[in-house]
Structure formats: structure tokens, C-alpha cells
């Protein structure tokens, strides 16, 4: 039975148990309104470890003042019952009065891997992603933790936090889920209406096209960015925040010349939605 | 018998191996050269733990570009011999490659309290501090840390980022040692010459001169900055840097007058070595 915890004090008392019994810790900190997506990370979790902690936080530091905090879905009944049926153990659903009192002032930076790409449009949201994710890591302390691949550059970020910062967890990188037309899983679809999620395929497309262009060997950066740009600019409610191709190690963009895997990662506004997807295609 | 640990993999291993059969371990990070001032620090993690780890690393991230990183003090043969008579467990003192690689981008910042006091002079300072001492606990796990309270800055730093990040660490201070004749030990007072050594008593004296005259009743800040500034000034070889009188609490200044606890904090270069002292006045 998936138990809810909704205090620091009680999951540290389980979590402590556990440990005192051996068991292997996963954990999967999300913002709620699960999707397929999730529910992946949630089943990638439990196949590596013993027990399994959900985060649901929708964290407000990581949101910038015009962003969709306030409108962000939720749905914590039907979360449960997702949970539950994956065989996740604990639902660690806090408010955020009790994440950040009112002294709050700590704040844990990735200086590099924050700039570029989503970085650049949303100055803050990265130190708010590495500051919530080592606090919750400090109240979970798993062993293994799992995160989405559509989050790369999040996913980087966090990879190296917990080396950086010498935590003892493992950081799981876990691949996109896509719609059966290859829309990216993502709660923020939820926002979008009929036209727009035709418009929203746009993304996927592109980046299968540019996929297909590169493994029949483009290797201008700069032809490969401008195909893509001219999928998603014919579909009429889109608008292109940025177009990354670059290095999927460091984010390092490719300005010459495609020579080793590359990591090209959109973002794109489809109406007032804003949307992420990537694709890592690897050099042989 | 003490254990000197050079390497993160193996103090790792030791300390899982300490929490799997229930030991609580005390730490206590220092950057050696020990004096009697560290000696209690660790006789205090000793009488509240199991085991207790005391860590040597002279941390560059903490020493700005014109300050003494080179030329502190270092002799670790010394500091072994003195730590083994207190019953410390374990030496950890790894080396600045191993504990900041070429890569490393990832940064504690404690944003209000290392402001003003030595924040003010030492800007990179108290990041530096978070950072490091962040790693080291994720590193040695400890269930309680004892800092001394002459770096009182820091030790409001220490509690503040640990509390922040819900770091599972009880943190304790611990009451300044001092010399027989008041100054207040520091590995730094190596450097002092005779002269200067006679011109550093300054600090204390200035100190005990304030805890009179607020005792008697003087509640004026000015006042007693004042008296403060005077005594020091009349040592030849000093240069005043900050005297602050505050709330020990949140390091906010008194400006009017004296109705609360008092902290008072000094930092005073004599001749070319940079001294902090500070006390505590209880107002009842």
C-alpha cells in the first residue's frame, strides 16, 4: 500500500528505517500531473532498488515570475493512484512553506552547465532545480535517483551537483516518452489545445528530419539548424525560443562542423505553452 | 590507533562501515596546524560520538587571490601525533585535485549571512566555506559537526546552510579558546613577531573593555565602538578592518542602542597577519 507523507520529520523516520534494514533507496522527485513519462521513471526506480520515494513539489524557486507557477496542473488523487499501481512506496508530497522558511537563503549553483540553452531564457530556473533537488536528495538520501532524458539539460545539471558536491547517490538518465505521434511527454500538454497540438508535433518532426539528414551525413551545423528552424516556422502558432546543436557531454555548441554525437534540444512556444524536446544522435 | 585516509573511496567505505553497525560520528574540518582551539573542538566530537573524523584541507576556494593560501601554516606530522592523544578516529586530508576537479562548477552560496563582517573583505570567502564544507559532510556523513566560535560568521553560515538544505547534521559551536593571556588561538598567530604579538593582545583587551562598559549599563553602539577603536588604535602595529556590534542572531547591526544580546566581532591586521576575535554579551 503507497503510504503519503507530507512532513520532513516522518520521511526521515522511514527512509532511516529502511536504511537501518539494508534497503536500497530510489527516488523520483517530480512536479506532479503524472504522464507515461513518470510512471517510466517511477518503474526504472523500482527495477534498480529495494524502495521507492516519489517527490511531488511543484517548486516555486525554479519558476520565474511570469511563468505558469501559478497555473501549474495538479492533481495529487490521481497521482497517488498512478503511484500505487507502479508499486511506488512513499508519495513525499510537501508544501512549500515547510521547503523554505522565511530566513531561507541557500542556494546551490551549477555555473556552467545552468548557461546556454533553457539557462538563457530562464535565468533563475536552474539554481532553483539544483537547490530544491540537493535539498530533497538531503531528506530522501537515495541511493540511485532517476530523471528524464527531455529534462537534458536538468539532467546534466544535476549529474554534476552530485559530483560536485561528493553526494553519494547515482544519477539515472531515463529516455524521452513520446505520444504514439512522438510528442514529448509533458505535463504542459495539457495546456495546449487541438490546433495547437498539431502545432506542438512540429518539435518532433524537426528533430527526426535533422536525425535523418545528419546520419546521411550533413555535417553543417548551420544546415542542419536551418531545416529545422523551417519545419517548425510552417506550422503557424509556433514560435522558436531556441535551436541548440552542440556537444551532449559539456553543451558546448557545434559552430563548424558535426564530427562527434550531438544533442540537439528545442525549445518552442506552441501559443503561450512553452515546449522542450531533444534528440542525441550518436557519431559512429 | 589513528587512521591517516588520503582518498574519498576509502574514508567512504570506512564510515558506511561505521553506520552499518550503528556508531554516531562526529566531525570536525579544519585546515590543520592544530592549537588547543581545534584539540576542544575534537574532545567535544569525541564526548557526543562514536567515532570522530577530523579532516586537514587548506582549501583554496576560500582564500582570495591576495591572501595567505601559500604560506599557511602545515605539519601534518604534528597534527596526527596531537589528534591520536585526543582519541581521533580518523585523519581525512585529501588533496585540492581530488576534492576540485578541472570541471568543477558547482557552488553553496549562504546569500544574507556572509554579508557584512568578513564578508565584506573576504568576498568569495564564505562561498568558498559552504561549498567546501557541504562536500566534506556529504563525504564523511556525520551525525553531529563542532566548529569553533571564532569564526562566528561562519559558524551562523555552517547552521544556516545545513538547515537550508536539510542536511540530516547537528552542527555545534564551541567557546573560543584563548591564550593565557587572552588572545584567542589561531594557527594564523604563528606569523606574528614578539612586537606583534604584544600589539594582537589588543583585540582582547578591547573586548573585555566592551563587556564592562556594556555591563555598566553604556547601551550606546557608538560608545562603545568607539572605546573599542581606541584601545586598538593605540597598538602601533594595528590596522582596524571591521569592529561590528550586532545581533548575534542574524548579524544585523545594533545602530541606536543596546537592548539585546550582543555580539561583538573584530577583524585587525597586525603588521601583515589578519586577526578575528569576538564575545558574546547576554543582556538579561
Known sequence: MIKVVNHIPEIREIINNWKSQGFKVGFVPTMGYFHEGHLSLMREAKRLSDKVVVSIFVNPTQFGPNEDLDKYPRDIKRDIDLAQKVGVDIIFAPDATQMYDPDFQTWVTVEKLSQGLCGDFRPRHFKGVATVVTKLFNIVQPDISVFGQKDYQQLLVIKRLVKDLNMPIEIIGHPIVREKDGLA?????????????ENALSLYKSLIHAKNLI?????????????????????????????????????????????????????????????????????S
Chains 1, 2 share one sequence.
Open 185 to 197: 511527454m509533458s505535463s504542459r500538454n495539457t495546456y495546449l489545445s487541438s490546433k495547437e497540438r
Open 215 to 283: 546520419e546521411q551525413g550533413e555535417s553543417s551545423p548551420e544546415k542542419v539548424i536551418d531545416e529545422i528552424r523551417n519545419i517548425i516556422e510552417s506550422y503557424p502558432l509556433t514560435r522558436i525560443e531556441y535551436i541548440f546543436l552542440g556537444d551532449p557531454e559539456n553543451l558546448a555548441p557545434y559552430h563548424k562542423q558535426i564530427k562527434k554525437d550531438v544533442l540537439i534540444a528545442l525549445a518552442v512556444w506552441v501559443g503561450n505553452t512553452r515546449l522542450i524536446d531533444n534528440i542525441i544522435i550518436k557519431i
